[in-house]
């Protein structure tokens, strides 16, 4: 059986072949009980896993990996209680359901280790509180903690995959303790990234991968950047990226917008530091340039990696930190129009 509840149709899907073969070994072969699909908004999480769901069932073409496959958002935000109670309607629909959410753990656990079944929870990052640095539940929402931890750790024959924008710390806690987890995150389409070029029917072809590495190979991003130079310069690429400055077409400046609303204000503030700074900026500096704490610094910057937001890397023995192009040049140019708006004032 398998059950899509509100789940997104597959309009275009591009490459991701290895990703594909990562996450059907993950789950076929070696069983992995919990699978956490990581990356930023628009890299195509929901559609790998979508995808991924006709691969291990087999397209109809031979006997069924699973008993049961299920999607379900958690864009919404929904209670523990409802999420449990809505799964077990989906194996018994008659079945009394309880309030004590240890009795549906206990009733989802029998099910699980009953059938094979594959359950994807989508929009994780929906279960953390806004303003506040990653990771941390809404109240009222602790419980999945729980949940998922013990998903983890109680043996059963299934497989739960949970998509987030944002590392999940139980997940990352017990994968180092050698549970069967694991986490795989999205990076650029690459090269498979030319087919949204070429669908857009872009010219100067010789630019499709300068573009392409501008915009992270994101589908989503460079989707909408390729239907903005279709309509304003006629498909003419090279026109287009003659400008000095990153151009981020309005859809694309409120994707990024919403994801800054989730932020802590700390957050922000450290973000717009290295956005204007030139070249990679150490640990020592930001400190310096913020005046946190060595202790504070350290939790925005664990933080911001955990989101996926800040990139680390190892220059000259020190470690340094950047933001990627499109966030940074997005962060240049609110800031630049706030205080553009101020001298106005």
Known sequence: MIDLDKAPEIINFYGRTEELSTLSKWIVSDRLRVISLLGISGIGKTTLSLRLIQEINGFGNQTPTFNYIIYRTLRFSPTLTTTLTNLLQIFVPE??????????????????????????FDDVQKLFAPGKLSGQYKSGYEDYRDFFQLLVTVSHQSCLLLISREKIPEITKLETENYPVGTLILRSLGAYANEICQKRQLVDRESWEKL?????????????????IQELFGGQLAEFMEYETLILPEALQAELEQQLQHLSLVEIRIMEQIANQNQPISMGEIIRKSELSIQESVNVIQSLKKRLLLDGKLENNLTVFTLNPVGKQYLKNKFEKFESINEIK
């Open 95 to 120: 079945t009394e359901i309880s309030d004590n959410i240890e009795t549906l753990l206990s009733q989802l656990q029998k099910y699980l280790e009953k059938y094979r079944c594959c359950i994807i």
């Open 212 to 228: 392409i590495n501008n915009y992270q190979g994101n589908p989503r991003w460079l989707d909408i950047v390729a239907t903005t």
